[in-house]
């Protein structure tokens, strides 16, 4: 699954009040990990990504390429 806009998905993550480490964290995953998707480096698993969303406030499918 690959994001659309990880500079939306960045922007999402600020507003909400975390920074990029804090969120990693908060969904159970590396800050390099989290990193690594937000640069397209890798695709996320698909649970990895229904984390990303819910922890953004968005549905899935409007961020990830499905």
Do not use: C, W
């Amino acid at each position: 699954m690959r994001l659309k806009s990880p500079d939306y998905v960045r922007n999402q993550i600020a507003l909400s009040g975390y920074s990029q480490n804090l969120f990693a964290r908060h969904i159970g995953i590396t800050s390099g990990y989290l990193s690594l998707i937000l640069n397209q480096e890798v695709d996320p698993s698909p649970t990895i990504a229904k984390k990303i969303s819910d922890g953004i406030g968005e549905n899935i499918k409007d961020i990830f390429l499905l």
